[in-house]
T-cell receptor, first 114, second 110 residues
């Protein structure tokens, strides 16, 4: 059973703080993704990674960075948190597309920036 | 125009009813299509893939119309447990990147 875990379910931070969101998967998946989900906007891709130390920008990368030092772990970093980054953050993983494999999601981190 | 568009609903239906959702996509080069289900305050999970020939899984039927660029999900004999948000997902390009619709909310009532 694939398991994707995220470091926190709820997080409250102040404007300007540096924020780290951690995601770990236990199924040896090459691909990992970070999304944010907002009412009326759906899931939007922030960054993804095909392999260790590789990263690609998604649709809304501004204000975010990522780190993938180990295959099982993909971190999302908010360098200086702002109130418009208040959102639900979802991590996902998948095998390489052959073709277009299912993405498995973590439970999400609800981040509030005050 | 959004890449993937869905009616947000909610669709309120009685138990046992048949309900259908549509989803339109803008990129004619899109290659694969899926329906994901998201329960309230939970993560999305794959419900089913959508094939050109249609796909049926129990009470659920998914269909693709490439000419009109839409996919549909039909749920027969609705159960209370079907209450959720149904996300339309389209794959374009390399195959690893999914584009999600905003979801259609279904509420099945007694």
């Amino acid at each position: 059973d694939v398991k994707v875990t995220q470091s926190s379910r709820y997080l409250v931070k102040r404007t300007g703080e540096k924020v780290f969101l951690e995601c770990v998967q236990d199924m040896d998946h090459e691909n990992m993704f970070w999304y944010r989900q907002d009412p009326g906007l759906g899931l939007r891709l922030i960054y993804f990674s095909y392999d260790v130390k590789m990263k690609e920008k998604g649709d809304i990368p501004e204000g975010y960075s990522v780190s993938r030092e180990k295959k099982e772990r993909f971190s999302l970093i908010l360098e200086s948190a702002s109130t418009n980054q208040t959102s639900m953050y979802l991590c996902a993983s998948s095998l390489p597309s052959s073709p277009y494999n299912e993405q498995f999601f973590g439970p999400g981190t609800r981040l509030t920036v005050l | 125009r959004k890449e993937v568009e869905q009616d947000p609903g909610p669709f309120n239906v009685p138990e046992g009813a048949t309900v259908a959702f549509n989803c339109t996509y803008s990129n004619s080069a899109s290659q694969s299509f899926f329906w994901y289900r998201q329960d309230c305050r939970k993560e999305p999970k794959l419900l089913m893939s959508v094939y050109s020939s249609g796909n049926e899984d129990g009470r659920f039927t998914a269909q693709l119309n490439r000419a009109s660029q839409y996919i549909s999900l039909l749920i027969r004999d609705s159960k209370l447990s079907d209450s959720a948000t149904y996300l339309c997902v389209v794959v374009t390009g390399g195959g690893n990147k999914l584009t999600f619709g905003t979801g259609t909310q279904l509420k099945v009532e007694l």
